[in-house]
């Protein structure tokens, strides 16, 4: 069926040719009842798990009470409370300021404000990214994504945005981020004056290249001295991936936009959210809007994800010592064979491979094994860890001892 009426795009289910039927946490269960360990969660939707039943009683409950499910940007009650909790736990104890911008339900609409809004502003037209950045796949998210492939798929030219190189892009034979600081001030150098930069604090699928706190600190400096605004795309990254709620807090730096969603929800329904300070609120009633983007048993599961895990820094905690383990035990598979090394922060760690087509070997030989994954990077080249931050101490060790095991038998 699949095959037969479904397009050639897909591309998960290619990995995992079964039909999944059921999932509870950081279990799926496919439709012959053979179990597999998610270290997946929906590319990051899914930091809480699947069908967390805190969450799921929530929405069941709001449901039930016939509370409005669509609304476009109409004043709702689930709205309000999602407005205030967010407001309280997550703006307010980091000293931010932001407005909050429901541009539609996934990350490329909340991508797409944000260059928007950043041209709007300054006036500007050019946007600055990074080699191997991710953004979206609608046009102006893919003019500042670095892959080729995603890239020729939008079918015409990409304007607007020029590239740098992210942190380490010469293996440290040469200091990248001077380049950037040169050509900005160069005359010469054919650059104009960008908008903004747009940049992943850890580049999801660029192959979970991990910016030092050093490089994002001298970003945003150079940002600000030159008036240009600082965009962090913290789509995959955000809602505690890394450790706190935002990926940039490490650095101490407050971006001018933020991008958020995949994980917002809580719950994998479909949310994104664009903050930006107060003061660059410059749009006019309607300039940007969408059907979805109020989406009210996203903002249900969203409050309830909030008051549950963001209320305190146990969450937070739990991830770092959760990271540490990961670190600990890829490091150590890293050790005992030729030509892989670790990649990526936090939650979000993965192996990287010198040889072809190894990575997705692993991640074949995981899934025979029970266990979920995915490739990234620009060849496919890192095997992703991206399990639910959730997830208990046990279930980690056994997902990474099938990683192991899985490296092991590939590497014959």
């Known amino acids: 069926m ?19 039927r059921t999932a509870r946490g950081a279990w799926v269960t496919d439709t012959g009842g053979h179990r597999y360990l998610d270290f997946f969660a929906g590319a990051g939707a899914l930091n809480y798990g699947h069908n967390n039943p805190i969450l799921k009683a929530a929405v069941l409950d709001y449901l039930a009470s016939d509370g409005i499910v ?7 009650t689930a709205k309000q409370r999602f407005l205030e909790t967010f407001s309280r736990l997550i703006l307010e104890p980091r000293g931010l300021d932001y407005k909050v911008m429901f541009p539609g339900p996934t990350g490329t609409n909340a991508v797409e404000s944000a260059l928007k809004l950043a041209r709007k502003v300054t006036g500007r037209e050019t946007i600055v990214s990074f080699t191997n950045a991710f953004h979206g796949m609608t046009l ?10 995603k890239r020729a798929g939008a079918g015409v030219p990409l304007a607007h945005a020029t590239p740098m190189p992210y942190d380490n892009y010469f293996g440290g034979a040469t200091e990248d981020f001077h380049w950037f600081a ?12 960008p908008a903004a930069v747009i940049v992943e604090t850890v580049q999801g699928e660029g192959g979970l290249n991990a910016a030092r706190v050093e490089w994002l600190q001298e970003l945003a400096r150079l940002c600000r001295q030159r008036g240009i605004l600082l965009i962090v795309d913290d789509v995959q990254m ?8 935002f990926s940039f807090e490490v650095a101490g730096i407050v971006p001018d936009i933020v991008t958020l969603s995949k994980s917002i929800s809580g719950y994998g329904l479909p949310l994104a959210l664009t903050l930006f300070r107060r003061e660059l609120d410059v749009w006019s009633p309607g300039e940007h809007n969408g059907t979805f983007r109020g989406h009210n ?10 008051e549950t895990y963001w209320a305190t820094d146990e969450l937070t905690n739990e991830t770092i010592a959760k990271s540490k383990l990961v670190r600990d035990r890829l490091d150590c598979i890293a050790a005992t064979y030729d030509g892989i090394c670790v990649r990526g922060r936090g939650m ?3 192996l990287k491979f010198d040889q072809d087509g190894r990575a997705a070997a692993v991640c074949r030989a995981a899934f025979d094994r029970g266990l979920l994954m995915e490739t990234s990077g620009p060849a496919d ?6 399990p639910p931050l959730t997830i208990s101490e046990s279930e980690l060790t056994a997902g990474l001892d099938i990683l192991a095991e899985a490296v092991a038998v590939t590497a014959a």
Request: glycine fraction near 12%; include cysteine; charged fraction near 15%.
């Open 182 to 193: 040169r050509v900005l001030d160069d005359a010469g150098s054919g650059i104009n004056l």
């Open 2 to 20: 699949f095959a037969t009426v479904e397009s050639e795009v897909r591309s998960y289910c290619r990995g995992w040719p079964t039909v999944m």
């Open 140 to 149: 102006g998210a893919l003019s500042v994504t670095g892959n080729s492939m």
């Open 238 to 245: 955000g809602c505690g991936r890394t450790g706190p709620f």
């Open 70 to 76: 669509h609304s476009l940007d109409m004043a709702t």
């Open 348 to 350: 979000a760690q993965g």
């Open 381 to 386: 080249e890192v095997a992703k860890i991206l």
């Open 297 to 306: 048993p996203a903002f249900v599961t969203a409050t309830k994800a909030l």
